[in-house]
Each structure stands twice: as structure tokens, then as C-alpha cells.
């Protein structure tokens, strides 16, 4: 063991705690990193990432491991300094400094800190004892790595490749001393002999240089000898100053990247090491498994570069997609597969030919391209209806179950585990999320094994009426499927598509009756009981005896009115919902489905809609025009909560539509966002937000029309 451990046990670590207490497991873990066992090593990495600097956190206990790391990075008997580098970088802050804002973002412990200065919030008084011993302890720990900056340079020229990586990026911590550290990081350019260690090293210059750097980027980009750097180069200048990116630049950078293909020797032997059950143990593998059989690796990042280089020059990327699309090298296709989904996601264009070319590489026989392709058509939605016959063709032969969960195996129809319940593979989700009548079979066939899939029910809901056939087995299922302990996902989904089908699912009545019976507490049962109507009748004693339950009881009014239309007995219930926290929303959406019938409320909405939640506001104020058609009242409204929260503009848009011409006043905020070029919800990410922002158009158009038809 190095000498540093002999002032290790001299440290309070029980005074001191992590994301799981007192860090008295700290000594252990900074030992472990000085193993000669690489198992014992990878352990304590992760140890350290996911208790002492947890999601990007600096407690206590990682301000007094730092010494501690620095010292292990300074003994050049300590294997693996590379990775201890890249820790302190991070605790440094450097993911929160240069957090690109990258559509297609998968960057493994993606840390932030705080504000957009990544030093944990305001530096000021804050009136908040505990904010600010947060904010104090990042500040200390970028001071500290800052500290240790000529240990960093020092380690540009260490024999090890993967240290001088780590030290690249340890530098980039130190951003205050930037002016210090740029002509390093380009003398060491000049001797690198490691491809990624160029690229990293052009990065950090263009990183911690800025615009004082552009000239130099620019004059490696047409005078290196390497490709990949001259690439690099050219992608790091345009993302420091986008002005910089000429015309063109699609056919030079993939003239650049058949050079990189054509210069990269057979791939190197990858050290053997034993598996650990580990975080840090997974991400590794999953890189190992992704590299393998790649020519060159290296250009996944810089194809992610350029993308994001790119910007708001959709059509230039679309250019550059479907060119490596079309290449014959399958590495290049599934880089491009993995680069469209931040695309698409981000941006709205025309993309029925890019998604084309994506849907053929479900004909490739590299099962991770497959793999790749059909991830991203499944979270297109509708958008993936040019690829509908790749996708049944692809079924017709694929596996009904594929053999492994893990990377590198074709999808199947469905996905078992070896723990916990199966899902339904990529494909067949994305042909049923088309509503595509050739899904039905495969559907009947995973909802008739003795485990269906936890997601089964959602795929029927997005088959629309088409699933009615498999009403009965749907009604089934729900009462003979296994029982989890927890949240029951197969029956939720189960009972939201027989909800979805209204009166049609009404020969499941029985049976929605017994699963309420067992839990009276299930809102999704009443819900769909409601939806189907007055053939749900039988349930009306049942429901009744839930009107005063308060975690269901706005849902039992209102499929009470919906099943009886007893407006008598649902409104005062749902009138004083209206005045319960947490309830207001159900209650005003159950209010505006009665309509007229709910008038005795409308003053009682009338306070919601001036003040309070956002979403209150917005339910209350639709609620209140649906049952007045008071437009004059709840219009003003509307208009005043589109802005703020992009994600209420769906709902909004239906509500301008209903209004017809009283809406004019919407007019503006409709056509700006049909004009705009970024998806309303491109600042999250879900697997319905394609879906989600595709409806949001599709509605604004119709609101447009019903305005001014």
C-alpha cells in the first residue's frame, strides 16, 4: 500500500458522512483504489461515485478524500490513475462547467451542480444554513482540485495512456487557470500518440480557450496529419464559434471520416477483466460491448460533435444522417441511428426519409443495429409510419423471445428477464404504437402466456378500437394474472385500454367489478367503469359506497354521473373536492366533463383560475369554459399560462379549439408555435415526447382551423 494510507486512519471519518450516512466505509473504499486486484479496484470506484460524490454531490467526507486521491494519482505504482483522475475531475466540477447542451446526451455520471456556474448555487446569503454549507463544499472542492493543477500537468506526459486522458480532463476542472494550461494541452498535442487522447486534447484547448483558440483550431483542421484530430479540430472550432462552420462542411467532414476508417489499424486486445456487480462494472462492459468489431471507434463521438456542432442546421444533419445511414460500414449506420434521436427529438422537420433509411437497418444482420434502429422507432410514434412494413417484416421472422436481455441480440417479440415480469421487444411496440392491424396476433399471443408482458396493456391501448376483439381475454387476465406485491403494471395498463374503449369494453363490466371489490382503492377501475357508461350499472352500489373515500372519491363521483348521470349525489361531492389540496384538478376535470349540467360551480371555480398551481389554474379555467362557455372569463387565462409552461400547451390548444372564434386572441400564440422549429419539450426526455409534441402540432392546427375556419 502507498505511504499516503498511513495518515488514513488518523481522519474522523465517522464525524464526517456520505449519501448513506457516516463515511466510515471512506478508508476502505481509497484503499480498494490502490488494489492489485482490478475486481477490488472497480468496487471501490464505484463505491466512491455512488456514496462519497453520489450523483455529483461533495459531502463532507469527498473534501477529505482529496488529499487522499491526489496522493494516489502522484505514486506511479498505483494502477488505474486514469479513473481516479477522471474522479477528481468530477468532484472538480467539471461535468457541471462544460455541460454541452447535447440532444442525444448519454454521457456516463452526468453531474450538476447547482447553478449554471457549477459551483453548487449563489455564493451569497441564501437564508439557508444548509444551501449554503452545500454551496461552500463545492466551491472547496473546485479550489482543491484547482490546487493540484501542476500534478495534472505533470501527468500529460506519464507513460500511461489512460493517466494523460484522465489528466486532460482533470485539467479542464481547473478552468480558472486556463491561460496556464492551454499551450500544455497544445504541446502535448504535438507528441500524443493515442488517438483518443488527441481528441480529448483538442476538446479541452477549445473548451478552456474559447474564443481565443478558434484560429489555432482552424489551422490544425487543414494542417495535421491525423483525420481524426483534423476532424476533431473542425468540430471543436465550430462549437466555440458556430459562426466559424462554413458551408458545406457535411461532404469535407465525411470525406474526413472515410480517411479515419481508412487509416485505423485491427483493434487493439482488450484487457480481460473479471465482471463486478457494479455500476462502474456495467458502463464498462456496455463501452467493451459497443467498441467490439468497430473500425474505429472514435467516430461515434466526433459524428455526435458535428451533430451537435450543427445546431438549428437541420437540414445539414439530416444530410450527414442520411449519408452514414447509407454507408456500408454498419458502425457508421448505427452511429447515426443513436444521433437521430437527438435530432428528432429536438427538432421538427421533414424526417420521412431519414426515418426510412433508419427502418432498413432492421434488415442488417448486426443484431446491435437492429437493436439501435428499433429503440429509436419505437418512441416515434406516428412519425414511424414510412418504416410500418420494415417493422411486420422484421416480425415475421424474429424471435418470439429473445434468448438475453443484454446488448447484442436481435429483438424478439418479447423481452423476458431473469428477474421480474417480460416487456414487449422494441419492434412490436413500435408497430403497435402505429395501430397496425399485423401487431394484433403477436398481442393476442404475449397477453395469452401464463406471464404477459408488464407493459401488454399499453400496447393495446394504442390499438385503438382495433383491440376490442381481445376484450374478453383482456377481461380475463384480470382476474387470473400472478399478483406482485407492489405496483401492479399489467393490470393498470390492462384496465387504461379497456377504459379507452368506452362502451365497447362493456362485456368486461364483471370483471372491473371483482378487481374493485379486491381493491375499492383502485381509481383506474372506477375510471374505466365510468368510460364505458350506462352498461357499467351493476357497479352502482359500489361506487356510491366510495363517494366519501378520500383517495377515490372524486373518481366515483364522476363515473357516478357518467354511469347514472345522477348530477344530485356527484356534484356537491366534486364541489367540495374543488376545496380539498391535492383534489382541485380531478374535481375541475370531472366538473367540465359534466358541462352545463355542473353550473351550480362555476363560482366555485372562479377563485382557482385567478391564483394558485399552475395546472389548477389551467383545469379550472378549461373546466369553467366548458360549463359556461364563459370565454371572456377563462380565455385570458389560457393565454397567460402558455408561456410559462411549455408542457400545459397541449391541453391549451384543445381548449382554443373548442372556443372556435372566441379564441382569436389565440391566434398568434398558435401560429408561432406551428412556425417554430424546436419541439415544445426538447428541454426533457420521455419516450412519449416525440409523440407528446407531434399532438401538440397536430392540435394547434386544429384549433387554427376552428378559429378562423
Request: proline share 8%; charged share 25%; with cysteine.
Given at each position: 500500500m502507498p505511504d499516503v494510507f498511513d495518515q488514513l486512519d488518523e481522519v474522523d471519518w465517522a464525524?464526517?458522512?456520505?449519501?448513506?450516512?457516516?463515511?466510515?466505509?471512506?478508508?476502505?473504499?481509497?484503499?480498494?483504489?490502490?488494489?492489485?486486484?482490478?475486481?477490488?479496484?472497480?468496487?471501490?470506484?464505484?463505491?466512491?461515485?455512488?456514496?462519497?460524490?453520489?450523483?455529483?454531490?461533495?459531502y463532507n467526507s469527498t473534501l477529505a478524500a482529496i488529499p487522499f486521491l491526489l496522493e494516489?494519482?502522484?505514486?506511479?505504482?498505483?494502477?488505474?490513475?486514469?479513473?481516479?483522475?477522471s474522479l477528481?475531475?468530477?468532484?472538480?466540477?467539471?461535468?457541471?462547467?462544460?455541460?454541452?447542451?447535447?440532444?442525444?446526451?448519454?454521457?456516463?455520471?452526468?453531474?450538476?451542480?447547482?447553478?449554471?456556474?457549477?459551483?453548487?448555487?449563489?455564493?451569497?446569503?441564501?437564508?439557508d444554513d444548509e444551501d449554503d454549507d452545500w454551496s461552500r463544499n463545492y466551491r472547496m472542492a473546485r479550489e482543491a482540485v484547482t490546487l493540484a493543477m501542476p500534478l495534472f500537468l505533470k501527468s500529460l506526459a506519464d507513460p500511461d495512456a489512460q493517466v494523460r486522458n484522465g489528466a486532460v480532463r482533470a485539467l479542464m476542472a481547473c478552468r480558472s487557470q486556463a491561460a496556464e494550461i492551454v499551450p500544455d494541452l497544445r504541446h502535448h498535442l504535438a507528441v500524443e500518440s493515442e488517438p483518443a487522447n488527441r481528441l480529448a486534447l483538442v476538446h479541452a484547448v477549445g473548451a478552456l480557450g474559447q474564443g481565443e483558440a478558434?484560429?489555432?483550431?482552424?489551422?490544425?483542421?487543414?494542417?495535421?496529419?491525423?483525420?481524426?484530430?483534423?476532424?476533431?479540430?473542425?468540430?471543436?472550432?465550430?462549437?466555440?464559434?458556430?459562426?466559424?462552420?462554413?458551408?458545406?462542411?457535411?461532404?469535407?467532414?465525411?470525406?474526413?471520416?472515410?480517411?479515419?476508417?481508412?487509416?485505423?489499424?485491427?483493434?487493439?486486445p482488450r484487457e480481460e477483466r473479471p465482471s463486478t456487480p457494479t455500476l462502474v462494472g456495467a458502463l464498462r462492459e456496455a463501452r467493451e460491448a459497443a467498441d467490439e468489431g468497430r473500425g474505429a471507434p472514435e467516430l461515434s463521438d466526433l459524428v455526435r460533435g458535428l451533430d451537435r456542432a450543427l445546431g438549428d442546421r437541420v437540414d445539414e444533419r439530416i444530410e450527414l444522417l442520411s449519408a452514414l445511414l447509407r454507408s456500408p460500414d454498419w458502425g457508421r449506420r448505427e452511429i447515426a441511428v443513436l444521433v437521430c434521436n437527438g435530432l428528432i427529438r429536438g427538432y421538427r422537420a421533414p424526417y420521412d426519409e431519414l426515418i426510412t433509411l433508419v427502418g432498413r437497418q432492421l434488415a442488417d444482420?448486426?443484431?446491435?443495429?437492429?437493436?439501435?434502429?428499433?429503440?429509436l422507432i419505437k418512441d416515434l410514434f406516428g412519425l414511424a409510419a414510412p418504416v410500418a412494413g420494415d417493422l411486420a417484416a422484421y416480425l415475421a421472422d424474429a424471435p418470439r423471445e429473445r434468448e438475453d436481455p443484454g446488448r447484442g441480440r436481435r429483438p424478439g417479440w418479447i423481452t423476458p428477464f431473469s428477474h421480474g415480469l417480460p416487456t414487449l421487444g422494441?419492434?412490436?411496440?413500435?408497430?403497435?404504437?402505429?395501430g397496425d392491424a399485423r401487431a394484433l396476433p403477436m398481442l393476442r399471443w404475449a397477453l395469452e402466456r401464463p406471464e404477459p408482458p408488464g407493459d401488454i396493456g399499453w400496447a393495446l391501448t394504442a390499438m385503438g378500437e382495433q383491440a376490442a376483439g381481445l376484450?374478453?381475454?383482456?377481461?380475463?387476465?384480470?382476474?387470473?394474472?400472478?399478483?406482485?406485491?407492489?405496483?401492479?403494471?399489467?393490470?393498470?395498463?390492462?384496465?387504461?385500454?379497456?377504459?379507452?374503449?368506452?362502451?365497447?369494453?362493456?362485456?368486461?363490466?364483471?370483471?372491473?367489478?371483482?378487481?374493485?371489490?379486491?381493491?375499492?382503492?383502485?381509481?383506474?377501475?372506477?375510471?374505466?367503469?365510468?368510460?364505458?357508461?350506462?352498461?357499467?350499472?351493476?357497479?352502482?352500489?359500489?361506487?356510491?359506497?366510495?363517494?366519501?373515500?378520500?383517495?377515490?372519491?372524486?373518481?366515483?363521483?364522476?363515473?357516478?354521473?357518467?354511469?347514472?348521470?345522477?348530477?344530485?349525489?356527484?356534484?356537491?361531492?366534486?364541489?367540495?373536492?374543488?376545496?380539498?389540496?391535492?383534489?382541485?384538478?380531478?374535481?375541475?376535470?370531472?366538473?367540465?366533463?359534466?358541462?352545463?349540467?355542473?353550473?351550480?360551480a362555476a363560482d366555485d371555480l372562479r377563485p382557482l383560475i385567478a391564483e394558485g398551481p399552475l395546472w389548477v389554474r389551467l383545469d379550472a379555467a378549461v373546466a369553467l369554459w366548458r360549463i359556461t362557455g364563459d370565454a371572456e372569463a377563462a380565455l385570458p387565462v389560457l393565454l397567460d399560462l402558455w408561456e410559462p409552461n411549455p408542457y400545459v400547451r397541449s391541453d391549451i390548444a384543445v381548449a382554443f379549439g373548442e372556443m372556435g372564434p372566441a379564441a382569436g386572441a389565440a391566434l398568434p400564440l398558435l401560429r408561432r408555435e406551428l412556425e417554430s422549429a424546436r419541439r415544445h419539450n426538447h428541454d426533457g426526455y420521455s419516450s412519449h415526447s416525440i409523440h407528446g409534441d407531434e399532438l401538440l402540432l397536430a392540435r394547434c392546427a386544429a384549433a387554427l382551423s376552428q378559429i378562423e375556419p
Open positions: 464525524s464526517m458522512n456520505h449519501a448513506y450516512g457516516p463515511a466510515t466505509d471512506v478508508p476502505a473504499l481509497l484503499r480498494g483504489l490502490a488494489s492489485a486486484d482490478p475486481a477490488q479496484r472497480e468496487i471501490a470506484l464505484d463505491g466512491m461515485y455512488g456514496a462519497v460524490h453520489h450523483q455529483g454531490d461533495v494516489l494519482v502522484a505514486d506511479p505504482g498505483v494502477p488505474e490513475r486514469g479513473a481516479i483522475l477528481l475531475a468530477s468532484i472538480g466540477g467539471v461535468d457541471a462547467d462544460f455541460d454541452d447542451d447535447d440532444d442525444d446526451d448519454d454521457d456516463e455520471f452526468e453531474d450538476e451542480y447547482g447553478d449554471g456556474d457549477g459551483d453548487g448555487g449563489d455564493d451569497g446569503d441564501s437564508g478558434v484560429a489555432w483550431l482552424a489551422s490544425l483542421a487543414t494542417g495535421h496529419d491525423d483525420p481524426a484530430t483534423r476532424l476533431a479540430a473542425l468540430i471543436e472550432a465550430a462549437r466555440v464559434d458556430p459562426a466559424s462552420l462554413p458551408p458545406g462542411i457535411v461532404p469535407v467532414a465525411l470525406g474526413l471520416m472515410d480517411e479515419v476508417l481508412g487509416a485505423a489499424g485491427p483493434p487493439e444482420p448486426e443484431p446491435r443495429l437492429v437493436a439501435s434502429a428499433a429503440s422494441d419492434p412490436l411496440m413500435a408497430l403497435a404504437r402505429l376484450i374478453p381475454l383482456m377481461a380475463r387476465r384480470l382476474g387470473d394474472m400472478s399478483r406482485p406485491d407492489g405496483f401492479d403494471s399489467r393490470r393498470i395498463g390492462l384496465v387504461a385500454a379497456l377504459r379507452d374503449l368506452g362502451p365497447l369494453a362493456a362485456p368486461a363490466v364483471p370483471d372491473l367489478i371483482g378487481l374493485l371489490r379486491e381493491d375499492p382503492r383502485s381509481g383506474e377501475a372506477i375510471q374505466a367503469l365510468g368510460r364505458i357508461g350506462p352498461a357499467a350499472r351493476p357497479a352502482l352500489p359500489l361506487v356510491r359506497d366510495l363517494l366519501r373515500d378520500e383517495r377515490v372519491g372524486t373518481a366515483a363521483a364522476r363515473c357516478l354521473w357518467e354511469i347514472d348521470g345522477d348530477v344530485d349525489t356527484a356534484l356537491p361531492v366534486l364541489r367540495a373536492c374543488l376545496a380539498t389540496d391535492g383534489r382541485e384538478r380531478e374535481a375541475a376535470a370531472a366538473l367540465g366533463a359534466m358541462g352545463e349540467a355542473a353550473a351550480a
